[in-house]
Nanobody, 124 residues
């Protein structure tokens, strides 16, 4: 069982930056691929970024490529999402998720554990 806790959300002006953190419980964090997703009211959860268990490979949605960076520190059991050049369209609840596999998947249904979410609001 893995518990995930996100932090770092908040209100930021367009063009600004935020770093989200996802702290995981357990001693086998490196065995899990990690993903970030976001959701706005009335819409499905959207894939943002993912990273393999050892951090050697990443994947991004086209909408955030070049602006967001996913990373992880397995020694700290933490994954990160560095968000830059934020736009009002980035406003959403952001979730981190863990998958019982080393490998990336962009499908939310392939993730086994989820955090509670953190709100990111980008003002124009």
């Amino acid at each position: 069982q893995v518990q995930l806790v996100e932090s770092g959300g908040g209100l930021v002006q367009a063009g600004g930056s935020l770093r989200l953190s996802c702290a995981a419980s357990g001693r086998t964090f490196g065995n899990y691929a990690m993903g970030w997703f976001r959701q706005t009211p009335g819409k499905e959860r959207e894939f943002i970024a993912a990273i393999t268990g050892r951090g050697e490979s990443t994947s991004y949605a086209e909408s955030v490529k070049g602006r967001f960076t996913i990373s992880r520190d397995n020694a700290k059991n933490t994954a990160y999402l560095q968000m830059s050049s934020l736009k009002p369209d980035d406003t959403a609840v952001y979730y981190c998720a863990a998958r019982r596999s080393w490998y990336i998947n962009t499908n939310a249904g392939q993730y086994d554990y989820w955090g509670q979410g953190t709100q990111v609001t980008v003002s124009s």
